[in-house]
């Protein structure tokens, strides 16, 4: 069973909702990242936080805001998204933000945006 | 930054066979280099990783070998089983608190 859980599994929303995806780590990391996957495409990172201090932003929409409120618990604020941002957004964790620490990723929580 | 090129988008081969998937990258400073596999509706799971300092590493059937001259580094799978049919995902880094680059994957398809 996965050390990273991310809810909800599965998310539809209008253009005009405001929702949040939820993502706890119990590895006891210090650094969780946010990736957008799309058919077809990269993983595409879009936010990194270590030790609860953001510390990469790949250029993201303002309408994604993520929110670290301690080491073990990340957010995804979403609002007035657009039909293009529909994808499996998956959370991951690591030990530390350096490169020698592997991603332990969640299942994802798949978006659709009508 | 770094530019992660990974071939081919798709694979199949028959169970039993040698599958092999090639990634390639831009920065000579790289130094690690994991590999993921996403079977369907799952999360990716790292399966092998490889840093700089070696040319080759085994895991059962999985090896991954690197070049580091030529900037590239694969993935090679033997006698393979239908369970290992998935999405590969190559990544590299460089030193440092830099996150890794990806690859676009690879959909790697036993026929039994």
């Known amino acids: 069973e996965t050390g990273v859980t991310q809810t909800p599994r599965h998310l539809v929303m209008g253009m005009t909702n405001k929702k949040s995806l939820k993502c706890e780590q119990h590895?006891?990391?210090?650094?969780m990242y946010w990736y957008k996957q799309s058919a077809k495409k990269p993983l595409e990172l879009m936010f990194v936080?270590?030790?609860?201090?953001?510390?990469e932003n790949n250029s993201v929409p303002s309408r994604f805001s993520p929110e670290c409120p301690n080491s073990s618990h990340l957010f995804l604020h979403l609002h007035t998204l657009q039909p293009e941002d529909s994808a499996l957004y998956l959370c991951?964790?690591?030990?530390?933000?350096?490169?020698?620490?592997?991603?332990?990723f969640g299942n994802g929580t798949r978006l659709t945006v009508t | 930054g770094e530019n992660v090129e990974q071939h081919p988008s798709t694979l199949s081969v028959q169970e039993g066979d040698s599958a092999v998937i090639k990634c390639t990258y831009s920065?000579?400073?790289?130094?690690?280099f994991p590999w993921y596999k996403q079977e369907l509706g799952k999360r990716p799971q790292l399966i092998i990783d490889i840093r700089s300092n070696v040319g080759e590493k085994k895991d059962q059937r999985i090896a991954v070998t690197l070049n580091k001259t030529a900037k590239h580094f694969s993935l090679h799978i033997t006698e393979t089983q239908p369970e290992d049919s998935a999405v590969y995902f190559c990544?590299?880094?460089?030193?440092?608190?830099?996150?890794?680059?990806f690859g676009k994957g690879t959909r790697l398809s036993v026929i039994a």
């Open positions: 991951a964790s690591s030990q530390d933000e350096g490169t020698t620490s592997p991603l332990h």
């Open positions: 590895l006891g990391h210090n650094a």
């Open positions: 936080y270590s030790l609860e201090e953001r510390v």
């Open positions: 990544a590299a880094s460089i030193p440092g608190n830099t996150p890794l680059v």
């Open positions: 920065d000579s400073a790289s130094n690690y």
